[in-house]
């Protein structure tokens, strides 16, 4: 079996020869972010960040995502942090796509490379280098934790995605399947971060419309998206938002593999009174 591809961002500039058009989406139901928009202009940085950019793909805003928040992490050859996370009520999930990083986790250190998952509950003491001589690209998706009483906070994971078999879903033959990370019973977790991927020709047979909010980050090849009333085109590096409730499928035409890193939040009650506008 073929070693899995993932997409990453490098930034630079088109030139002043390009057309402005492009398949950038945004509405109140999902948001189409295509990897063309990820240029120097729009990165960020981060305070306790060495040698370190980032790319903000969602964040909690009012019309926008509501749960979580995903960067896509550039980190020079030893940069990085000693103190990642400011708020100890924040979750994450890491996810590595380029380069090689140092994770250490309450003091024990990990060796993390494309395809390296990384789950970390909150008020985790973690730390990250870059010990590569290459640049660290990787995903972080932040969410703040909802405890339960009787239930105790997730366990640190550290995983790959190649040393786990992906679950192809009933009736596909094989053609749309999920990678796990984490036990889909375990209802100490509050968010789900899964890779999925269809074989040329899979699909989504019916308009999926459900309560979770889903981030989607496609990894690998290109397909025709259904997000509410529209088709949009689809390609590696590009970023989708959906909000709760948008009417979704896919099909994944080829010739190649369709596969993106999906966030959703799971396994909480429903929230009685809305919360107050940012």
Known sequence: MSAPSYYAPTGGHPGQDQLLTDRAIFTEAYAVIPRGTMRDIVTSYLPHWEATRLWVLARPMTGFAETFSQYIMEVAPGGGSDRPESDPEAEAVLF?????????????????VPGGYAYLPPACDWRLRNTGDAPLRFHWIRKAYEPVEGLSAPDPLILNEQEIAPTPMPGTEGRWATTRFVDPADLRHDMHVTIVTFEPGGVIPFLETHVMEHGLYVLEGKAAYRLNGDWVEVEAGDFMWLRAFCPQACYAGGPGKFRYLLYKDVNRQMPLRLAPRR
């Open 96 to 112: 590595v796509v380029e380069g090689e990083a140092t994770l250490t986790v309450e003091g024990t250190a990990h060796r993390m």
